[in-house]
């Protein structure tokens, strides 16, 4: 969903709610209508936060010269490069069992963790897709997924 159409539906959850507060102030039940006031203004934060949050474009070029991790999310935007030749993929298990493993991409002393909106399941497809695509570059012999744990 883009801003107009976030805009739009925190106008129209806003008229619907306060048209509702105003006919029940009018009736005599004001507070009714400060209840609604702060509940659009809470909604309308609410839903700008979590849009912002979701908006998150990460893009990772891979050629024999370097590999390029541009991770952008609303506003900001980060770029960091690593040396193909002795990049590795790696997949870090959490500590706690259930919560998901986080995918980094180490090259020297150099790491940056991508794909963090991704599943389990899909970090996992996205760690073989990385460990093939660099495998081209690289200067390890069988280029692997590595695990470690936190």
């Keep these: 969903m883009g801003a107009g159409g976030l805009l739009t539906l925190i106008a129209t959850l806003s008229a619907v709610t306060l048209a509702l507060a105003t006919v029940a102030a009018w009736q005599g039940f004001w507070p009714v209508l400060v209840i609604a006031v702060v509940q659009v203004v809470l909604l309308g934060m609410i839903l700008v936060r979590a849009w912002k949050a979701a908006w998150t474009v990460e ?35 959490p500590p706690v069992r259930w919560y998901p493993p986080s995918l980094w ?24 897709a990385l ?18 744990t936190e």
């Design 105 to 128: 991409l180490r090259s020297g002393q150099t790491r940056v963790e991508v794909g963090a909106f991704l599943n389990c399941g899909e970090k996992q497809e996205m760690a073989q």
């Design 59 to 93: 893009t990772i070029t891979i050629d024999s010269d370097c590999i390029a991790v541009l991770h952008e999310r609303y506003a900001d935007s980060s770029r960091l490069e690593l040396e193909p030749a002795w990049a590795r993929v790696i997949l870090k298990q």
């Design 131 to 148: 460990c093939s695509a660099i495998g081209r570059h690289s200067s390890w012999q069988h280029p692997k997924i590595e695990t470690e």
